[in-house]
């Protein structure tokens, strides 16, 4: 893993799951600030003592952007840093390459899917600390793809926090 820790507030299962479906693929962008506090509420002292200096939300595809009319994880990203006070970075990292739907592929396609899928704006990013936010972790092949993008920008620690993990996932 390129990551050094993962967080997630829940499951990814019952209420969580269909919350988070509204929230994507109905519009609810309001729940954000729901899902912000609470990260905020439950990982505050965590990041804290990770000495966070950025929030940086996964990027969409420009395509997936246009269809949804929004980057959920930008959306999570801004609420917890209101809580916080840690800036959100939402073009530090770029999708290069628009990529399937994660959640309609096996795990092995999944790890090839994201293959150079990010790049950073910057040849040399001056932050040591960065916090990067998505909504599911489920093999955790986003979040290590876009890991190791910004360590080879030159981040020295990148740490992880989604709002729900896969059942059958453990957190780092």
Not at 51 to 57: D, K, M, S
């Amino acid at each position: 893993m390129e990551f050094r820790q993962g967080k997630a507030l829940w499951v990814y299962q019952g209420e969580v799951k269909h919350s988070i479906y509204r929230f994507k693929y109905q519009g609810r962008r309001e729940y954000a600030r729901y899902y912000g506090r609470e990260l905020a509420r439950v990982y505050g002292g965590w990041m804290k003592r990770c000495r966070i200096e950025a929030l940086v939300p996964i990027p969409l595809s420009p395509r997936r952007y246009r269809q949804r009319g929004f980057n959920q994880a930008y959306l999570i990203a801004r609420e917890l840093s209101r809580h916080t006070g840690i800036p959100v970075y939402g073009n530090l990292l770029v999708r290069v390459r628009n990529t399937r739907a994660q959640k309609e592929l096996n795990d092995q396609e999944r790890k090839n899917n994201l293959k150079k899928a990010f790049k950073t704006r910057a040849n040399k990013v001056q932050l040591d600390h960065i916090l990067l936010i998505d909504d599911i972790y489920t093999t955790g092949s986003t979040m290590n793809e876009a890991a190791n993008e910004l360590r080879l920008s030159g981040v020295s620690e990148v740490y992880c926090l989604s709002l729900s993990i896969g059942k059958g996932y453990q957190e780092g």
